[in-house]
């Protein structure tokens, strides 16, 4: 019972952001890429608030799998390095904690582009 | 027909979206990734990997999926249907790095591929690295908002 009723938060939580983001597409003049750059901005803003974290506690991947969860990271990731390595660490926290799922984009990203011919456009 | 007569046509034409459904599938198909997701957490968890490997793993995971769907078309349809559900998990992240790097390829390797995967990778990078930095000068220098 408590296994499935956080797996239920998991959903809400993640069906929830996402509907918020649909409501802005659909709703204002927002374009996808800003909403994900609005997105990932408000994830760095939530860890600089010091709310990510107990979010990240009780929602699991319904916060961390939005890319609220890659800005949350983010800011988290400076704060840890902040308190080792003095104002440095302001520079290198946050690509350090988003390290994996930048390469991981970029790197299989790159190895589509070259494995796969575009595809061709369906209207 | 200028750009905006184009715009104000094409809008007449679409009619209002209907934004409950569109909100219904994102609902569902958003929430369906964030539940893969955590289902995928507790895999790594049992194979041994500590929470914060675990949650890495999890979104290479989510990335390479999204980036081998994008590559072979699927990933389209599915974010036709779901909207913002497919967009604002990691998925749609990864979706826009691979989609302008497939469609750059006849435009060479460097300023083709090695510019666009960048298109809409790079600013959510920009703003994420500058508001981390932001905050982290304000942290050490001013112990955050002082």
Same mark, same amino acid.
């Given at each position: 019972? %408590?296994?499935?009723?956080?797996?239920?938060?998991?959903?809400?939580?993640?069906?929830?952001?996402?509907?918020?983001? %649909?409501?802005?597409?659909?709703?204002?003049?927002?374009?996808?890429?800003?909403?994900?750059?609005?997105? &990932?901005? *408000?994830?760095? *803003?939530?860890?600089?608030?010091?709310?990510?974290?107990?979010?990240?506690?009780?929602? @699991?991947?319904?916060? =961390?799998?939005?890319?609220?969860?890659?800005?949350?990271? &983010? $800011?988290?990731?400076?704060?840890?390095?902040?308190? =080792?390595?003095?104002?440095?660490?302001?520079?290198?926290?946050? !690509?350090?904690?988003?390290?994996? @799922?930048?390469?991981?984009?970029? &790197?299989?990203?790159? !190895? $589509? *582009?070259?494995?796969?011919? @575009?595809?061709?456009?369906?209207? | 027909?200028?750009?905006?007569?184009?715009?104000?046509?094409?809008?007449?034409?679409?009619?209002?979206?209907?934004?409950?459904?569109?909100?219904?599938?994102?609902?569902?198909?958003?929430?369906?990734?964030?539940?893969?997701?955590?289902?995928?957490?507790?895999?790594?968890?049992?194979?041994?990997?500590?929470?914060?490997?675990?949650?890495?793993?999890?979104?290479? +995971?989510?990335?390479?999926?999204?980036?081998? +769907?994008?590559?072979?078309?699927?990933? /389209? /349809?599915?974010?036709?249907?779901?909207?913002?559900? +497919?967009?604002?998990?990691? +998925?749609?992240?990864?979706?826009?790095?691979?989609?302008?790097?497939? /469609?750059?390829?006849?435009?060479?390797?460097?300023?083709?591929?090695?510019?666009?995967?960048?298109?809409?990778?790079?600013?959510?990078?920009?703003?994420?690295?500058?508001?981390?930095?932001?905050?982290?000068?304000?942290?050490?220098?001013?112990?955050?908002?002082?």
């Amino acid at each position: 019972m %408590q296994s499935f009723l956080s797996y239920l938060w998991v959903f809400l939580a993640g069906g929830g952001v996402c509907v918020i983001a %649909q409501l802005l597409l659909d709703l204002t003049r927002l374009t996808p890429a800003r909403v994900l750059v609005l997105y &990932v901005t *408000a994830g760095v *803003a939530l860890g600089a608030l010091g709310l990510y974290e107990p979010l990240r506690e009780v929602l @699991g991947c319904g916060i =961390t799998v939005p890319l609220l969860g890659f800005g949350g990271n &983010v $800011a988290v990731g400076v704060r840890e390095a902040v308190a =080792t390595e003095g104002l440095l660490g302001a520079l290198t926290g946050g !690509l350090r904690a988003a390290a994996g @799922g930048t390469a991981a984009a970029i &790197v299989f990203g790159y !190895l $589509a *582009a070259l494995i796969f011919s @575009g595809k061709p456009k369906r209207l | 027909m200028n750009r905006n007569e184009y715009k104000r046509l094409a809008e007449r034409r679409a009619g209002r979206s209907p934004v409950l459904r569109n909100c219904l599938a994102a609902f569902l198909v958003g929430g369906g990734i964030c539940l893969f997701g955590e289902a995928l957490t507790g895999v790594y968890l049992l194979l041994g990997a500590e929470e914060k490997t675990a949650a890495t793993l999890v979104t290479v +995971t989510l990335i390479f999926l999204s980036a081998l +769907t994008s590559a072979l078309g699927i990933f /389209d /349809d599915l974010a036709r249907v779901a909207g913002a559900g +497919t967009l604002v998990p990691v +998925t749609g992240f990864a979706n826009a790095v691979v989609s302008p790097a497939l /469609d750059a390829k006849s435009e060479g390797a460097i300023l083709g591929v090695g510019a666009k995967i960048f298109t809409v990778a790079g600013p959510v990078l920009l703003y994420a690295i500058l508001g981390g930095a932001v905050y982290g000068t304000l942290l050490s220098l001013f112990g955050w908002l002082a």
